[in-house]
Structure formats: C-alpha cells, structure tokens
C-alpha cells in the first residue's frame, strides 16, 4: 500500500529520506493568494461570453445541456423551498417523473446554492458556478501539490492550473459543469494516500468517507475514475516498493474498510433508490457510449477552446470528447520528462504507469487513426458490453486519468527544474563558473519547455449562442389561472433531447411552478434499459416529424383521438405555443388536431381541460 513518506514528497528527494509526518507546515502565504486569484480570473474569462447577456446566453456546443443544468439548479431551489425530496421530480417528465439519482442532477451543488439560484436566478448561478467550479478545482489541486508533492508554489501554481483547466475539463465546460466541479478529487486522492499514517488512519478513514459521500451527489463517474487511478497507483507501488507496501498494508486495508463503511452509511438510501428506486433503469439501450474511443491522432491535436484550437479539425476526428487532445509540444514535453525523472522519482514512475494504463485502455472497442476505423481491436473489445459500471463508461473519459498524471508530471517537472537552485547538503565546494552558466541554461531551457507546452493549451472564452426568452405569458405568470394542482402546461414543441431546448428553460426560469411532459433525462424504456428522454408517444411524434418536414401532414380522425389520449395521459390542461421558427406549420397542426387556440398575450393557446 502507498506509505505517505514515499508517495507524496518532492521529486527532489528519494523516497527514502523524508517523510511528510515530520514537514513542517506550510502557512498560507501571498504566494497562495495570487494563485488562487490567478485562477479565479481565468475562470471569468473562460465564462467570459455568457456574461456578456447571462439570462439569454447557452453554450453553443452543447445547448441543451446547458438548459439542463440551468434546470436542475432551479431543481435544487424548487426542492428546498419546497422541501420535497430531492432524489425524485415530478416537475418534468409529467406524470412519470425522474429519478435525479440516476441522471447527472448535481445534487451536492444544486441543494447548497438554492437560495443563491432563488436570488439570482438559474441563469446567473450556473455561470457563476461554471467559473468557480473551474477555479476550485485549481485551488484544491495546487493545495495538494504544494503541501504534499512539491516545494516551489511556481510549481504548484502551473499543475494546479493544468489540472483545473486542462483541455478536457475546458471541453466538457461547454454545458456539462459536472465534469469541472473536480474540487473534492485532490483531497481524497491525499486521504487514500494518509491512510497509513501512524495512529492517524481513523481520523483520515473518516475525513475520506464523509468526502466520498459528498462526491457522490457531484459525480459518480469522475469518483469511479478516481477510485480506478488510487488502484493502479497501490498495485504500481506495492510492486515498485512490496516490503514496504506489504508491512502497511494492514493499516492501509482497516482504514479503507473504515472509510468505505462511513461513505457507505450516509449514502446507502440514494444509491438504493438510484438502482431500484421509481424510473431507475439497469444500463444504457445497446451500450451507446461502449464505443466511444479515443482516437490515436487526438493526443497530438490542439482542443477547439484553446488558443491554438482549430474548430476545423473536429470534422476529422472529433467523433468524441477532447479529453485527450493536449497538442504535440505537451505530448514531447512529456515524454521527455518521464524519461529525466522516472530514475530518481518514484512519483514519475507511478506517473508513467497511469498514463500508459489509462491512455491505452481509453481507445475503445476499435483503434480508430484520424478519424478512420483501423479494425484492430483494442482493450474494451475484450470487455463485455454489459459488465456492471462499466456499461455506462466511455472509454474515451478515462484519459482524465492520463490529464490528473500529466498535471501532477508538470509540477513535478517544473519543481525538479526549481530544485537545481538549491545548493546540495552539504556544499563539497563552491559552484566554478563552468557550473552557474550550465545551471543557469538549465533553468532557461527547462521553464521555457514547460511553458511552450502550455501556452497553446490556455483557454479561450466558451463560444455562446442567444437563446429565445419565454415568452411574457410564461414569466409574467399569466398561466397560473389556466393550470390547477394536478395538471400540466404542454409547451410546443415538447422538451426532447432534440427538440424543445426553448420550452424546457420555461420550466427552469419559473422555478419548475408548473410541470411539463417529456423533458430531457435519462430514464427506462418498456425494457428497463436507459434511453435519453421519454418514449415518444404518438402526438409528440408528429410534432417531431411536422418541425422537420416543415409542412402539415395529412391529419385523420385517428391522429385527433390519439391526441386527446395523450393529452389524458399527460394530465394536460393546457397546450402553449410561443415564438419559434416553425410556429406557423405548429399552428396549423395543433389546430387540426384540438380546433381554433386562443391568442393569450404572445403565446397560441388550446384550453383542453374539458376534453381531458
């Protein structure tokens, strides 16, 4: 098992010389205040162009995730104002509901921000949050690595910041704030690591447990990422150091088995309820992200939201995440730092073990080269489809492993350039001058290395697009008389995950008041398999398929009846169409299938509360 005097400590030193119970601690200093604001003002400007208009502002990339969050944090506030339970809505998906536990419902950050999303509405604190998950993932990085892997805070400021904002985590900012908020992975990865400490194992059980806990309500799948990379760092080093791993691993295993049992009490009930809880469901329908592998080519390839970025090129190999897409100067810089430091540093080569392990592992069922299937089968070809966990993984998102040991690899490097400052202990000589001008290019050569690398990789501000306001009738609440306890408002079109990215915001921006049908989740089928948003029923389909077309099909008897059966089904009292590009052939079709509307402010509205 992984000994704290040996796993976390600076590459300067061997692994046997010091250990960390006996390091001094380190004062907060000016130095950790400019670097945390330093991370602060990059998180502003990653957010920078949702600012520029936060209530009319999503992602350009991923616009319907973005709504979806914005929706879930007025989840957050819907259910703490009315202290419902929050592991279940019934606010979308009318009248099944959602099982938040079994979707990405952020519940740790939605819950404890609610009266900030009751102030500032949905909009605002997502754009808030998106910026401040960034920067705390900095902050808690550079903790980690200043007091417990490095000596020079320069060192740490530059890890932390790849670590915060690596291209990958940039990437999934567009609309997925889920995979930013990775504050908590630093501290568990140091608790998992103090575990055997002398006469301390409890007391940093417990802290471990009550953390997983915690992550659990913010993302399950980088917790399970975590969790993978803590298991091939204690089998690398029980195989590196075994006399050593094999005397802890006792005390290593008790507070483990403590800290499991401590995550497992407080979250025993949500994780029940998001397997077998109502609208659970056991797997996604035919492994839809199995084969979502990374493609050999990315690892070389600038991201689209750096500096050097080319949207140009997703057209080639964007067929996945940019999890892996550092550029070639970071990809040479650090193969060669690997190959100075894995002799004298025990931390580089459990580094190097993690980013061969979870860069292979990453590509999937099929090598795929520039974006073409080569038919050589990779490691996950090999891994059945509907192995528990695993079948809900892309392979593409374990090589956020490979990015955590690239920005601890950059501290370290960084620091071991640092540490040739220092004279050795103790001086046999005075430095020749021979010495300072060769000590001297090494520190020029060395941070002008690092710092090409990355400069490429800074991110630019996330593209956004304007997105329709709802309409006056929604926000004024001028729909409250037509929508009793019990029933539903209908917007056109139907929330989806295609369509609707407009009407399900109506939800969001009015604090879930009213609930809507169908939506944008992840919930079972009639097989009790995972498919994103609800079952089309039949008049929802042809709203689909009349948006496409953009022109009215032929409308029968048969369409009109099965129409007020889905409006029974879902509980509808109202049907609201609002300003949209296809809102003339949505008119005429709503109109054949429930007869004239009423013009009510500025939406088109079908009164069907008698009918249903």
Excluded at 96 to 112: F, I, Q, R
Excluded at 511 to 516: L, R, S, T
Aim: charged residues 15%; hydrophobic residues 50%; neutral net charge.
């Amino acid at each position: 098992m992984p000994v704290v005097n040996s796993s976390l400590k600076p590459v300067s030193e061997t692994v046997e010389t010091r250990s960390t119970t006996t390091r001094p601690r380190r004062r907060p200093t000016r130095a950790d205040a400019l670097a945390i604001g330093a991370y602060v003002l990059l998180g502003v400007v990653v957010c920078l162009n949702y600012w520029a208009d936060v209530n009319n502002r999503v992602s350009s990339h991923l616009p319907t995730d973005h709504s979806w969050f914005e929706w879930l944090f007025a989840h957050g506030a819907y259910s703490v104002q009315h202290l419902e339970n929050p592991l279940f809505t019934a606010r979308q998906n009318a009248p099944d509901g959602v099982n938040m536990m079994a979707n990405t419902s952020l519940l740790g950050v939605t819950l404890p921000l609610a009266p900030l999303t009751m102030l500032l509405g949905p909009q605002v604190v997502y754009a808030l949050y998106l910026g401040g998950a960034l920067a705390a993932t900095a902050g808690t990085s550079y903790w980690m690595l200043s007091r417990h892997l490095v000596r020079s805070r320069a060192a740490a400021f530059v890890g932390g910041a790849f670590l915060g904002f690596a291209p990958g985590i940039v990437h999934h900012a567009n609309g997925q704030p889920n995979f930013v908020s990775n504050f908590l992975l630093p501290l568990i990865v140091v608790r998992v690591f103090r575990l055997v400490e002398p006469g301390r194992w409890r007391r940093n059980a417990l802290v471990l447990g009550l953390l997983v806990a915690y992550q659990i309500f913010i993302n399950e799948e980088m917790l399970l990422l975590t969790a993978l990379a803590c298991l091939v760092v204690v089998v690398a080093y029980t195989a590196m150091r075994p006399r050593v791993a094999w005397a802890r691993a006792g005390t290593f295993a008790a507070g483990l088995g403590l800290g499991g049992a401590v995550a497992l009490l407080l979250t025993a009930y949500p994780i029940w309820f998001q397997f077998n809880g109502p609208q659970s469901y056991r797997g996604l329908q035919g492994g839809v992200f199995h084969s979502w592998g990374e493609d050999i080519v990315a690892f070389v390839t600038f991201p689209r939201d750096t500096v050097a970025g080319d949207e140009a090129v997703e057209a080639t190999i964007g067929m996945t995440e940019q999890n892996t897409w550092f550029g070639w100067p970071l990809v040479l810089l650090s193969v060669v730092a690997l190959a100075l430091l894995v002799r004298r540093s025990l931390v580089a080569r459990i580094l190097a073990v993690l980013v061969v392990v979870f860069s292979v592992a990453a590509l999937g069922p099929e090598i795929r080269f520039n974006g073409e299937l080569t038919g050589i089968a990779g490691p996950w070809s090999y891994i059945p489809e509907d192995l528990p966990l695993v079948e809900m993984m892309m392979p593409t998102r374990l090589t956020l492993v490979t990015t955590a040991a690239l920005g601890v690899l950059l501290a370290l490097a960084w620091d071991a350039v640092a540490g040739s400052h220092r004279p050795p202990v103790p001086a046999p000589r005075a430095p020749e001058a021979t010495d300072r001008r060769r000590l001297r290019w090494q520190h020029v050569v060395g941070y002008a290395a690092i710092t090409l690398a990355l400069l490429p990789l800074l991110p630019r501000p996330l593209p956004a697009e304007p997105v329709d306001p709802p309409p006056t009738f929604i926000t004024s609440g001028a729909w409250r008389p037509y929508v009793p306890d019990g029933r539903t408002l209908v917007p056109v079109p139907i929330p989806s995950n295609v369509h609707g990215l407009s009407t399900l915001r109506w939800s969001a921006l009015t604090g879930h008041e009213f609930p809507i049908p169908a939506g944008y989740f992840i919930g079972p089928n009639e097989d009790g398999e995972g498919v994103f948003g609800a079952p089309n029923r039949p008049t929802s389909t042809l709203i689909y398929q009349t948006m496409d077309a953009g022109e009215l099909p032929e409308i029968s008897d048969e369409n009109r009846r099965q129409a007020v059966e889905d409006l029974r089904f879902w509980r509808a009292s109202v049907v609201v169409l609002g300003a949209h590009p296809r809102e003339p052939v949505l008119r005429e079709l709503l109109t054949a299938l429930l007869g004239d509307p009423q013009r009510v402010d500025d939406v088109w509205l079908w009164d069907v509360r008698d009918r249903v």
